[in-house]
């Protein structure tokens, strides 16, 4: 890298980590005050509870398409794109006086999901080689722990019932603040990629996606067992197969099947689907838990909003910035695989002692924080192991897909946890049972012990060999030095360079 862009260079990872920041945030920041929103706007659960259905649905249909778009047409116009779409959306939040407002606001507040895709892709693009690998685990393991500050802001902006459009001014104040430094830190470059946009693809996908993840979303309103639910599921599932057929059969898709077939990535998306589970069972969890009175329950700690979010859930997040600072020093020692499998170990611990042992507040607080480590730790993960399969010219398309594939999980987990919640109570009143906590947490549980699993079966440990001018085979943790020569991530004398620009990177097994 060039001395006059050492500056930049460094400016450029913390500005990433803070944008990022905004993603996780902005998923999060309204869940603990659905109900509170309701009340405050004088509408039924129903309603109210689009303002989440709303919000993945469009992260979902427009993920894909923005990371496509990132890789054809630059990174940089793309994100900062996104960027005003989100503070146009928080905005609108922060001035709406019905739901029907403030669901659009949400809707424009999804795309964010993007930016998660394209900061991946920007950091592949921009960083030297040796700080790569590292890079990107402090910036995915961001996206882990930024979820639970969103919560505990929350708490403190909106406890005792305070007006709830102070939560989207404070979205607002920091999309603003990451526009101007993304706008200052991200290099412009040439477009690089060829090709265009499948939109017939993703008029597809995005049919699919909605479908799917419509009856995960309202099916406990509708009916689990109702036919809209049963027909919606159904019919997403066959619009998706129809889509993968579809797509095979194009020059230049949305998504190259090989983002979805070939084995390590597949495992991957799988990984990042029963990760994206377990932060939300016990983002959710654990909030109505300590939040539940005891002398009503038997259980739970009668916590505040307030309460939930600074005793409980702040130490788990302080936990998962520790993680994500040093994610990057051990996926290099140890490889991606390595560290999401003993990252899975750390979850499954932190799942049983809450179903074990939650009576006393330091037992959950363990239990949170032991969560969490794993959630920064396992998001670090899952961007080199993409990174490894994928070239370089798909990096924003792929971990597009792996984004849908964390908000399925997360969508499910949600599912699972209001039909438990809602199906298992106290006779007699609307309290949750112990037992469905203790239900939904081993579930968190396997979910995580999936996580660690999972490569396994998909993923092996590779090594560098010697390999010929067009094709060299590389150890997944040394990536960033491979990427640093083929891909011209280097130096001045690489970059613009398009010979091998877009060559696919071959792993082999380990002899």
Same mark, same amino acid.
């Given at each position: 890298?060039?001395?006059?862009?050492?500056?930049?260079?460094?400016?450029?990872?913390?500005?990433?980590?803070?944008?990022?920041?905004?993603?996780?945030?902005?998923?999060?920041?309204?869940?603990?005050?659905?109900?509170?929103?309701?009340? +405050?706007?004088?509408?039924?659960?129903?309603?109210?509870?689009?303002?989440?259905?709303?919000?993945?649905?469009?992260?979902?249909?427009?993920?894909?398409?923005?990371?496509?778009?990132?890789?054809?047409?630059?990174?940089?116009?793309?994100?900062?794109?996104?960027?005003?779409?989100?503070?146009?959306?928080?905005?609108?939040?922060?001035?709406?006086?019905?739901?029907?407002?403030?669901? *659009?606001?949400?809707?424009? +507040?999804?795309?964010?999901?993007?930016?998660?895709?394209?900061?991946?892709?920007?950091?592949?693009?921009?960083?030297?080689?040796?700080?790569?690998?590292?890079?990107?685990?402090?910036?995915?393991?961001?996206?882990?722990?930024?979820?639970?500050?969103?919560?505990?802001?929350?708490?403190?902006?909106?406890?005792?019932?305070?007006? *709830?459009?102070?939560?989207?001014?404070?979205?607002?104040?920091?999309?603003?603040?990451?526009?101007?430094?993304?706008?200052?830190?991200?290099?412009?470059?040439?477009?690089? #990629?060829?090709?265009?946009?499948?939109?017939? #693809?993703?008029? #597809?996908?995005?049919?699919?996606?909605?479908?799917?993840?419509?009856?995960?979303?309202?099916?406990?309103?509708?009916?689990?067992?109702?036919?809209?639910?049963?027909?919606?599921?159904?019919?997403?599932?066959?619009?998706?197969?129809?889509?993968?057929?579809?797509?095979?059969?194009?020059?230049?898709?949305?998504?190259?099947?090989?983002?979805?077939?070939?084995?390590?990535?597949?495992?991957?998306?799988?990984?990042?689907?029963?990760?994206?589970?377990?932060?939300?069972?016990?983002?959710?969890?654990?909030?109505?838990?300590?939040?539940?009175?005891?002398?009503?329950?038997?259980?739970? *700690?009668?916590?505040?909003?307030?309460?939930?979010?600074?005793?409980?859930?702040?130490?788990?997040?302080?936990?998962?910035?520790?993680? $994500?600072?040093?994610?990057?020093?051990?996926?290099?020692?140890?490889?991606?695989?390595? %560290?999401?499998?003993?990252?899975?170990? %750390?979850?499954?611990?932190?799942?049983?002692?809450?179903?074990?042992?939650?009576?006393?507040?330091?037992?959950?607080?363990?239990?949170?924080?032991?969560?969490?480590?794993?959630?920064?730790?396992?998001?670090?993960?899952?961007?080199?192991?993409?990174?490894?399969?994928?070239? +370089?010219?798909?990096?924003? %398309?792929?971990?597009?897909?792996?984004?849908?594939?964390?908000?399925?999980?997360?969508?499910?987990?949600?599912?699972?946890?209001?039909?438990?919640?809602?199906?298992?109570?106290?006779? #007699?009143?609307?309290?949750?049972?112990?037992?469905?906590?203790?239900?939904?947490?081993?579930?968190?549980?396997?979910?995580?012990?999936?996580?660690?699993?999972?490569?396994?079966?998909?993923?092996?440990?590779?090594?560098?060999?010697?390999?010929?001018?067009?094709?060299?085979?590389?150890?997944?943790?040394?990536?960033?030095?491979?990427?640093?020569?083929?891909?011209?991530?280097?130096?001045?004398?690489?970059?613009? $360079?398009?010979?091998?620009?877009? +060559?696919? %990177?071959?792993?082999?097994?380990?002899?």
């Amino acid at each position: 890298m060039a001395a006059g862009s050492t500056t930049a260079a460094r400016a450029l990872l913390p500005v990433m980590c803070f944008v990022v920041m905004i993603v996780a945030v902005l998923q999060t920041l309204v869940v603990p005050i659905v109900g509170t929103i309701g009340a +405050q706007l004088d509408v039924g659960p129903t309603a109210v509870g689009w303002l989440l259905t709303a919000n993945l649905l469009a992260a979902a249909t427009a993920t894909p398409v923005l990371g496509r778009l990132a890789d054809l047409r630059g990174k940089r116009p793309v994100l900062l794109g996104v960027l005003v779409v989100v503070l146009l959306g928080s905005l609108i939040g922060a001035l709406s006086t019905s739901v029907g407002v403030l669901i *659009f606001a949400r809707v424009l +507040q999804g795309v964010s999901f993007a930016l998660f895709p394209i900061g991946i892709a920007v950091l592949r693009d921009e960083l030297p080689a040796e700080k790569l690998t590292g890079a990107m685990g402090i910036f995915s393991g961001t996206l882990g722990f930024g979820g639970c500050f969103g919560i505990v802001l929350t708490g403190v902006l909106v406890s005792g019932g305070a007006d *709830f459009h102070r939560i989207f001014w404070l979205s607002s104040a920091i999309t603003a603040a990451g526009l101007v430094l993304a706008w200052i830190a991200i290099p412009r470059r040439p477009r690089a #990629g060829t090709g265009s946009i499948d939109w017939i #693809g993703a008029a #597809g996908l995005a049919a699919g996606l909605v479908l799917v993840l419509l009856p995960l979303a309202e099916g406990g309103t509708w009916g689990w067992t109702s036919p809209v639910t049963i027909v919606s599921g159904i019919a997403g599932v066959l619009v998706l197969i129809g889509w993968f057929l579809y797509e095979r059969r194009i020059t230049d898709p949305l998504v190259a099947p090989r983002l979805l077939t070939n084995p390590p990535v597949l495992v991957t998306h799988l990984s990042a689907l029963v990760v994206g589970m377990s932060m939300f069972v016990m983002f959710l969890g654990s909030s109505y838990f300590v939040q539940t009175p005891r002398a009503v329950a038997g259980y739970g *700690f009668g916590a505040t909003v307030l309460e939930a979010s600074t005793v409980y859930l702040l130490p788990g997040a302080i936990s998962g910035v520790l993680a $994500s600072i040093l994610s990057g020093k051990l996926i290099h020692r140890f490889g991606s695989r390595a %560290v999401l499998i003993a990252a899975s170990v %750390v979850g499954v611990s932190g799942f049983v002692v809450f179903v074990f042992a939650h009576d006393r507040t330091w037992e959950v607080i363990a239990a949170i924080l032991l969560v969490n480590t794993y959630i920064s730790l396992a998001y670090a993960s899952l961007p080199s192991l993409l990174v490894a399969e994928v070239r +370089q010219d798909e990096t924003g %398309v792929a971990n597009s897909i792996n984004s849908i594939a964390r908000s399925v999980g997360s969508s499910f987990a949600s599912a699972l946890l209001a039909t438990l919640l809602a199906g298992i109570t106290i006779d #007699g009143t609307d309290v949750p049972t112990e037992s469905a906590y203790v239900i939904a947490f081993a579930v968190g549980a396997t979910a995580a012990a999936l996580a660690g699993l999972l490569p396994f079966f998909g993923i092996t440990r590779t090594t560098r060999t010697p390999s010929d001018e067009e094709e060299d085979e590389v150890h997944a943790t040394a990536l960033a030095a491979e990427w640093g020569t083929v891909g011209g991530l280097g130096g001045a004398n690489t970059r613009g $360079s398009g010979e091998r620009a877009g +060559q696919r %990177v071959r792993l082999a097994p380990e002899s």
